[in-house]
């Protein structure tokens, strides 16, 4: 087993610095402090608070999952609000929420689209159209597309988003420029290169490579910066095809940016959308050194395929798309079916709009669909990570505003957040290598300049929730012990973060989808994901977060997604065959059921959350211990109990400080449930890897009124219900 080091401060759980071995010998009992003198520091209803996702898949999956034996076993899980993801906005498609609807050249069934707001047949699935002027070769969804830039058609163009222009933007286009990156893979020479504009073209452009540490990919954070080519500035660009000496010598570049900083304004002949004139079109790139004959020799590699073409990435795409363009592989559940399969128990849903390939009139016509259903889906998440996907912050921030506007216009009431974050990475207040070192504002975190970019316009009360998602452990192959240890610690690191770029305190905080990775690993089906799961619950509503929807809710095979170990796993409750069969309950299911039924009482009254702090030994002992305390409505005390060590069982002694520093045990009688290695065993075969024993929590009732002392197994959760002190009244703090 290996050392570890960790400091760890959280409301509901608290550990201290020290170095400790897992699986040593016996310590003496231990307590658990559930600490009254400061009241509760949360309180929260269960069916507003505690969620689930779901989401879009390959085709015809809809109608697997959405069978009536499936939702019924979907529901027993208690997981009540849900969240609505949006697939398309990962994989840089438009949605068609409803396929019936106009396109805004409705004769050659191309365009702008925008979904039938009318009531008519239930949509029971809906689709993603590729976006034929796409420019990143890679997405984050089925990731089978490619890049215009570089896939050798001569009438195939990347184009920006026209919604960047000062005509939607409202302000000067110096402060959303654009640019395309090419990832050559290696240091190879260059001092030239030739673009083939379309229209509009750029007339003042830059041309830089990178200095400095060189990262995977331009979404990192790597020390180093752009430099301009000797002669890479134009100031004068005339479109065509022309050949650009960028320098007497070659320069070892990897990563080159073209910097477009102002556009001609000129569509392509016959067109007629005023679209069509805004922002920067580019047919093909070429890169590389010019021979002595000035003959360009290319490095860069042309073929329509993501695999054999170089990489290419860029700061927007035109959701401008064709009918041919439908995705056939994939669908998003229809809205009718989800509110009609019960899934949603008649309680608002979290809806999701797109930001970044979609427009703000096919945004305001969901919701027109959604008020004249009855629908209640009172917040809207505007976009699904843009954070990941290259977008300058201050990009998404003019799509999120349009988008804001268009559903206010149509019911001022709805509250839209966003923006499903996805990465953490900034901490140190650095900005992506890809959108950093231009003039727009200094090279900071993306929130920090999101929310500067609002405050600055007066918009930042725009922002009604502030909404992130949770995948902390992308090395899949690595022991989860050290990872279940400093789970705790990196959400309250996290929330912290937010604060400190800026984030007003009051802002309602919402995980909308979170798991142990977001890579498919054996841990979210096992033990050690149900850990994790409970640990990010009693966190999170321990830190004042307003809700948390689990993604996992639906039936999904195992896969395997990494090239390092034969990890097979899925974010998973419910194990499935090809079909969305389910074959069994997964340890998150039973994990996620236990908080649901034991922990948690009514679901529809305000529980409050009390700190809870492991002691014992040493005054510097860490433990693997977490504890998290709620007074629930029926006036009986739960303790959360999450044992984190793989080895070894141990004993704990609940115990309670009041106002007056009095420490009084919590005493029997009580219910106590437990979840371990007894009633869960999983059996890793490759993709046929199943449980050989799943089975529910086992329930035992402690008798007498002695103190409590309680046995926790290795890998273990526990419950303890139980009567105490009554607290004080706590402030009208529930959400």
């Not at 401060?9 to 020290?18: D, I, N, Q, S, T």
């Not at 948390?548 to 899925?570: F, I, K």
């Amino acid at each position: 087993m290996s050392d570890f080091f960790l400091r760890l401060v959280v409301a509901g759980a608290v550990v201290v610095l020290a170095t400790m071995r897992l699986g040593s010998a016996a310590e003496a009992s231990l307590q658990v402090t559930i600490d009254l003198r400061g009241g509760p520091v949360s309180a929260f209803v269960p069916s507003a608070a505690l969620g689930a996702g779901v989401d879009g898949h390959s085709r015809g999956d809809a109608a697997a999952i959405y069978r009536s034996t499936t939702l019924r076993a979907m529901r027993s899980v208690g997981l009540l609000p849900l969240s609505y993801r949006l697939r398309t906005e990962l994989g840089i498609e438009a949605w068609h929420w409803n396929p019936r609807g106009r396109w805004s050249d409705q004769r050659r069934a191309q365009g702008y689209w925008t979904s039938d707001d009318r009531l008519g047949t239930p949509i029971l699935a809906s689709f993603g159209y590729r976006l034929p002027r796409r420019g990143n070769t890679i997405d984050q969804a089925e990731n089978d597309g490619y890049s215009r830039l570089a896939d050798g058609d001569p009438n195939s163009f990347w184009k920006s988003n026209p919604y960047l222009d000062r005509r939607y933007t409202g302000e000067d286009n110096d402060r959303h420029p654009q640019w395309l990156i090419a990832d050559l893979g290696q240091p190879q020479p260059v001092n030239a290169l030739r673009i083939r504009w379309g229209n509009p073209y750029a007339v003042r452009y830059t041309v830089q490579y990178w200095e400095g540490e060189d990262p995977r990919d331009p979404d990192e954070y790597p020390k180093g910066r752009w430099q301009d080519f000797p002669a890479g500035a134009v100031s004068e660009g005339r479109g065509g095809d022309p050949l650009l000496r960028l320098g007497a010598e070659p320069v070892p570049v990897r990563f080159l940016r073209v910097l477009l900083e102002q556009g001609s304004g000129t569509a392509p002949p016959g067109a007629q959308d005023p679209r069509d004139a805004l922002g920067y079109a580019v047919r093909e790139i070429a890169i590389g050194t010019l021979d002595s004959d000035d003959q360009l020799r290319d490095v860069v590699r042309h073929a329509p395929d993501r695999d054999r073409q170089t990489r290419f990435f860029v700061s927007s795409t035109d959701p401008w798309h064709r009918a041919s363009d439908l995705d056939s592989h994939v669908e998003q559940p229809g809205i009718d079916r989800v509110f009609a399969s019960g899934l949603t128990r008649g309680l608002p849903m979290l809806m999701s709009v797109g930001a970044l390939y979609d427009t703000p009139d096919n945004a305001a016509a969901l919701l027109r669909y959604l008020r004249r259903r009855g629908y209640p889906t009172p917040r809207i998440e505007i976009g699904e990570e843009p954070d990941g996907q290259y977008a300058a912050p201050e990009d998404y921030g003019a799509l999120y505003l349009q988008v804001a506007d268009a559903l206010r216009a149509v019911d001022p009431t709805v509250v839209v957040g966003g923006a499903s974050l996805q990465s953490f990475q900034a901490a140190n207040g650095s900005a992506m290598m890809a959108w950093s070192g231009t003039a727009v504002a200094p090279d900071q975190s993306w929130l920090k300049r999101l929310l500067s970019y609002w405050r600055e316009r007066g918009r930042l009360a725009d922002l009604g929730f502030l909404s992130f998602e949770w995948y902390p452990f992308d090395e899949v192959c690595a022991p989860a012990v050290d990872a279940l240890l400093q789970g705790p610690a990196l959400l309250s690191e996290a929330v912290a973060h937010l604060y400190a770029q800026g984030l007003p305190r009051g802002t309602p905080l919402i995980i909308t989808e979170y798991g142990y990775s977001a890579f498919s690993a054996q841990e979210e089906v096992d033990l050690p994901g149900a850990l994790f799961n409970a640990d990010v619950v009693g966190t999170f509503l321990g830190l004042g977060g307003q809700a948390a929807y689990l993604y996992g809710l639906e039936p999904t095979p195992l896969y395997r997604e990494s090239t390092h170990c034969d990890n097979w796993g899925n974010n998973t409750l419910f194990l499935s065959d090809d079909q969305r069969r389910i074959l069994a309950r997964t340890a998150t299911y039973h994990g996620t059921t236990l908080l649901n039924r034991h922990w948690l009482g009514n679901p529809d009254q305000a529980h409050q959350v009390y700190p809870a702090r492991v002691e014992g030994g040493q005054p510097d002992q860490v433990w693997p211990l977490t504890a998290y305390a709620l007074y629930r409505p029926d006036g009986r005390w739960a303790l959360l109990l999450v044992n984190k060590d793989p080895l070894r069982a141990w004993s704990v002694a609940p115990r309670f400080a009041d106002s007056a520093e009095v420490v009084a045990p919590l005493r029997g009688p009580a219910d106590l449930y437990q979840f371990s290695a007894v009633q869960y065993r999983w059996q890793a075969a490759g993709e046929r890897g199943r449980p050989l024993r799943s089975l529910p929590p086992r329930h035992s009732v402690l008798s007498g009124d002695a103190p409590l002392q309680i046995d926790l197994p290795p890998w273990s959760l526990t419950v303890v219900q139980g009567e105490g002190p009554q607290p004080s009244p706590p402030p009208d703090t529930a959400h």
